[in-house]
């Protein structure tokens, strides 16, 4: 778009104050305390459950355990993270877009100096942000110190490893849903079909022609990251699988923006 | 050389599907002005004000504020222009300086801090006390205020007010009249839709109103209401009972209605063919007829009578 007086600079104008806004606003939802909470919970029965198992006393407070046990709590960590996470991710980013549309929010804030594509791209990473440190980071640190207290040799850079699969399965998420909140105005749309996206290929594999998708689907992203803290082997498909799910993302934030770009408000 | 007009369109048309919200609209507002923009339900005023936005695309015609078409406004283009929604929400959590502040820091050029800027606007729409409260519990009359607060955080040149007064009470409702008389004092022009004809009548210097999506009459307001309507209203102590048939002897007459009798006075509408000339011949035919003539008052067009002489059935 031309600009008539050339005084306009910036690439996303608006955008670190709409950020800095929809972050203090994502960080005051009741909703997203609550996840943390419920996240932090969840994760912390891992450790302290497998402490009492009778199979995992040893000499001291701290104990040792097998490869396999260890296995089996690190596992529990990530698939905790990636599963319940996701649907916490759906949750509380699914009417982000579509409230402040409905109210007239949107409207208000787009006849000031700020870009359709600074509006969506603020609101989306700053629910990312949000996100990974509520759901991702917080519950984890936790976790691990508990986990660390309770038991000797925990994987730290397996961990690590698998803490970045989830931020980008958050990312991935949030973005999503953001994105799904152009084209549509109402809640039950965009959560249908984040949840179809992200659970329907689960059925996939039992096609045997599409079985090469588990490589580089979104959706596996938490098995991916199962994989990375758990698996005594790295696949391929660690890798694979955030690459596509990051190409992706642009993808459909790019046609989200573009659809902004020239929507009715 | 004359300021560029603050709005200015031509030909300009929107529609969605088969329906056309706006048929080829004309409009254009003086730079420093209060502009009332009327019109009936459906007739065009809110898709009129979002195509000035940005909010809305035409689908043909063109539209410029201060001389920038619309269609090349830039995001710092915008500061020039402040705009207040019909039913305007913030987020609840803010506080109204809270609104104000974020507002505020949109326009990284402007030239005063924000928060001497948030200050100002709160004072002049006198929401000191309220300021520090979150605006989820503000009032309608407290939100439009704020609203208006936040419009001018940019110092606009134009401020676009879709029905600013519409959920007031009479007082909110003086209120804003006189917030709005201040931005006209301060070089803001106004553009103002609004239902209420009362309203802009009391402020508005210029007005256009709107019928299915077309402008059917727009000027100075001052023009629009000194036109004539052709009709006196003549009030004379104890009448004659031959008075009203004298009067309409009279070539220039066209009708004489007895309208209301008090305290022995009788009010008569006389309607004449030509204003200027009944001006001077009515009070003397009357005089001369050995009546006791009380007053002789042309009537004037008020904005009522204008509006539904503008849209017809569709103002029902």
Redesign the interface.
Known sequence: ?????G??T?LL??FG??FQ?EFL?AR?SKRIIIFLVIMTGALLLVPVIAYFQVENFGDGARHEIDIDGMQGIVGSWSALVGYLGSLMVIASTVDAMTRERA???S?????????RP?YVLAKASAHTAINIITLVLIPTVIWFVITFVLFADLPAARILLACVILSVEVAFLSFLTIALGVPFRSVTPVSLITLAVWFLPNFVPAVASLEWTYRVLPSYLPLAAVAAAADTELTSPLLTIPIASVVAVVVLTTLALLQFE?Q?? | MTEAPAIHCEGLTKSYGRVRALDGVDLTMPAGSIFGFLGPNGAGKTTTIKVLLGLSLASSGRCSIYDTPVEQFSAESRREVGYLAQDPSYPKWMTGREVLEFVGRLYPLATRPVAERAREALKLVDLEGAADRACGGYSGGMRQRLGIAQSLMGDPRLVILDEPSSSLDPIGRRDVLDILRTLRDRGIAVFYSTHILDDVERVADHIAIMKDGRVVRQGVMRDLMSASLGRFRLTVEAPSATLADHLRSMPWVTAVEPAEATDGRVTFMVDVRDDDHAKRALPRTVVDADEVLIACEPLRFRLEEIFMESVGDAAT
């Open positions: 778009m031309p600009q008539p007086n005084k306009q910036a104008p608006g104050v709409l806004k606003e005051r109210v007239g929010i409207a208000w804030i787009l006849t000031k100096p700020v870009s600074s020239r009715e408000l």
